[in-house]
């Protein structure tokens, strides 16, 4: 739970999961043979994507809803998508954009975020979350960040010199653990890359914390942040 220690705002203490990929939804495979069903929104932006893409995006909102319904220890099934966009607003018909739940026509207390990459999920909640707080998770495959040209598109003109001198696996390393913590942030403010993340510094941000490796059950080669905003601030 959030609170104030002294005059110091404290951000609330986020839940993490992971979920491997070939794992239905987070399922776990012998829990039961009925695959969890998604709202119509999602079904209608599933539908709209080519076979593997959708597989993905089924995989990571069946884990996330599994996710809430866990944590708010109710019948998945009940729960029907409240997602938000600074675009486009909030509500049961709209498939894009900050996740969140809805439970009898009430928004559920969890702020949510979802993640995922190479076939991993990272799904994270904080429950309870006092009013405006948010959270973002990001999970980065390191193997996938070996492009031309990464570093100016990415990263500001102090991540670029902090990660002189680097090569080879642990550059991969350093960008993608600097790409997860912009991501998470990105989520947390709910921006995404409407703010170009080249614009972003995110070298120190105590509102940002990287994954220890392994965290989570996550791959010991995987980066993964998580930004939870502060109370009070
Ligand atoms: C959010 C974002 C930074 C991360 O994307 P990514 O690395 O490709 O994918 P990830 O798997 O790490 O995260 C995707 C999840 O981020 C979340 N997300 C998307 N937009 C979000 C936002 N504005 N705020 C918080 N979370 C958001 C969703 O849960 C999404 O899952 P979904 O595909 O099931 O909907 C990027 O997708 C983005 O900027 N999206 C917004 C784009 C936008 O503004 N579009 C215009 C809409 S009108």
Redesign the pocket.
Known sequence: MAGLVGAVPVAPVPVLRSCPPGVSGGQDPTAGRQALALGPAELARAAALAPGPRAV?VA??RA?RRFAAELLDVPASDLTTH?S????GSGPEL?????GYALRGEPVPLAL?????SGWILVGAVVDPPAGVTM?V??ADPSGMAFEGFDGVALTAAERAALTGLAGPLLLQERARLWARK?AW??MT?????TAPDTLDVLSRPDIRDLAAGEAGLPLSFCAAVAVSRTGS
Request: positive net charge; aromatic residues 6%.
């Open positions: 995006f990571g909102r996330l997602f966009c600074p675009r486009c498939s894009h954009g900050r996740p975020s979802l993640s995922r990459s973002g990001d999970l991501e990105l989520k709910g921006d995404g890359l409407a």
